[in-house]
């Protein structure tokens, strides 16, 4: 009977097992091997993200407009760093959403929906207005991202073998355990180590705690945003949120050892509600400092 690493490199290789499917394996031997890390990966591409995003799950699509009359009208601007905010789609859905949308919309494109107040701000830069705004984007980008996640499972099951973690049936022996950490501990599963850090490496304060000059730095662009408040709002800002999102970096930053993952999240999630006023120069001031925290985060 083949070992469960083996089981899983070979319905990686094989087409015909969904990337959903594949990804249950990957999650039952990152239990049995005890890689937290890798286990939280799966489920979130089992689920669905609720943050920051790993780097393939940020596409780049074409913006349009909606006209009653004439379709969809493709947006532009001479703007390049304005053409990049309201040109990348976050896809944070589910392996199963993103492969439900590629089996049921064959040879078309898919919309990513702009939200409203990133819409209602758009509308006062346009020569044109229209309801909604859409970033269409290509099924291939789409069939990318689940191609990306299969291919990095075969790589990971590949390192385990190089390794010498195999599994007997469904279960693994202590020297196995032990083997599959100390790999994980050098070996990085493609770019999503701006989302969990070094797979299966733990929560060593090397890894995620913030250094002291960067925490300084959140602390003084926290002061900034809530120092603008009132005019974000004026471009369309949801105050609320904002002023939410901002009182939960506060907390985080905080902590006796604030963490990167959290605070990458929680600046992801705040740079988000602010592209609600693209093109205001005090929304793009806040969206590049904030973008610019999030990198020196790793």
């Given amino acids: 009977m083949p070992g469960l690493i083996e089981e ?8 015909d097992v969904p990337v959903d499917a594949l990804l249950r394996k990957v999650k039952l031997a990152a239990a ?32 349009a407009g909606w006209n009653p009359y004439n ?17 990348q789609a976050p896809v944070a859905q589910s392996v ?47 069939i990318s991202i689940l191609d990306t996640v299969r291919n990095m499972v075969l790589d990971w099951a590949i390192e385990m073998e190089k390794k010498g973690v195999l599994g007997d049936g469904m279960s693994f022996d202590p020297q196995e355990k032990i083997q599959a950490k100390q ?5 990085h599963i493609g770019s999503i180590g701006n989302f969990v850090g070094n797979m299966g490496s733990g ?20 002061k900034q945003i809530k120092s603008s408040h009132e005019e974000l709002v004026k471009c369309g ?20 050892q604030p963490e990167k993952g959290r605070l990458r999240a929680l600046l992801a999630d705040a740079r988000n509600i602010l592209t609600g006023a693209a093109g205001n120069l005090t929304a793009e001031g806040a ?12």
């Fill in 8 to 15: 899983i490199q070979r319905d990686a290789l094989n087409r």
């Fill in 32 to 63: 049995k091997l005890q890689l937290e890390s890798l286990e939280t990966w799966v489920e979130h591409e089992l689920n669905g993200y609720d943050g920051e995003l790993p780097n393939y799950r940020k596409i780049t699509g074409q913006p």
């Fill in 71 to 87: 379709g969809w009208i493709p947006v532009y601007s001479g703007d390049e760093r304005f053409m990049e905010l309201i040109s």
């Fill in 96 to 142: 199963a959403t993103l492969q439900d949308l590629i089996d049921n919309n064959s040879g078309r494109s898919l919309h990513y929906p702009l939200p409203p107040g990133m819409v209602a701000s758009l509308n006062e830069l346009m020569s044109f207005q229209t309801p909604r705004i859409v970033i269409q984007l290509g099924r291939g980008s789409i």
């Fill in 183 to 187: 790999a994980m501990n050098t070996f």
């Fill in 203 to 222: 929560n060593t304060s090397g890894d995620i705690v913030v250094s002291i000059e960067t925490i300084q730095k959140i602390k003084e662009a926290v």
């Fill in 237 to 256: 800002i949801d105050g609320e949120r904002l002023s939410s999102k901002v009182a939960e970096i506060e907390e985080a930053i905080s902590a006796p």
């Fill in 287 to 298: 969206i590049a400092l904030i973008s610019s925290l999030a990198s020196s985060l790793g």
